[in-house]
């Protein structure tokens, strides 16, 4: 008889031969179902309580509030991706208060030191969010692989507002993640923080300094 075995019998002795499963009307994944603008108010609420920023924009204005962004931050460039749409707007833009963009097309052997060293600031998209605990989701891809999200100094991502869930459990529902998921999805509920040094916290040590986020209404 294996250990398992022997402590089910051993409760089965102590309640009469019979095992059962009390009723419980509670569940950890249950939540109210908040409306979409009390979703983006406590996403908000929370990415800000760690130093995270938050613009809200349209399809028509969103480029508009990321140059402002990065043109108040002096961005040199802004690495971009090459197939998503978010990557192919901007450079269809073509405006002059736009940095330089760059874009992530080659192994990251060969643009290392130039990726650590030279680029400003990035811009992803996102695969939603959740407003309970004010993170970001992302699913690096090639078009898009983590150290976009993960090295620049600056880190900002679009995310619809049609896509932000109450809870992450409602998020792997909704999107099916049990089908297949990338090799990496990432969480991302603030800028990079550590307080390792004399629990002293500290931002922008091991990644993103800034992560502002674009919610699109």
Known sequence: MSSRETILQRLRNRTGGELTVPECDFSVLARPDWPTNERIERFEKL??????????????????????????????????????????????????????????DEPIESWQAHLFNEVDASITSTRGGIAETGSLILWPNDDEPRLMSLVPPVH????????????????????????????????????????????????????????????IE
């Open 47 to 104: 990415i800000e309580s760690v130093h995270g920023e938050v613009h809200h924009v349209s399809e028509d204005s969103w480029v508009d509030r990321l140059a402002e962004v990065l043109n108040t931050r002096g961005a040199r460039n802004l690495l971009v991706p090459k197939q998503h749409e978010i990557g192919q707007t901007l450079r269809a833009a073509d405006r002059d208060d736009l940095p330089e963009l760059l874009i992530y």
């Open 156 to 215: 900002i991502a679009v995310l619809k507002a049609s896509e932000l869930y109450t809870t992450f459990h409602e998020a792997m529902q909704a999107q099916n993640w049990a089908a297949g998921m990338p090799t990496n999805a990432l969480l991302i509920s603030g800028p990079s923080k550590t307080a390792d040094i004399e629990q002293t916290l500290a931002y922008g040590v091991h990644g993103p300094k800034e992560l502002i986020v674009l919610i």
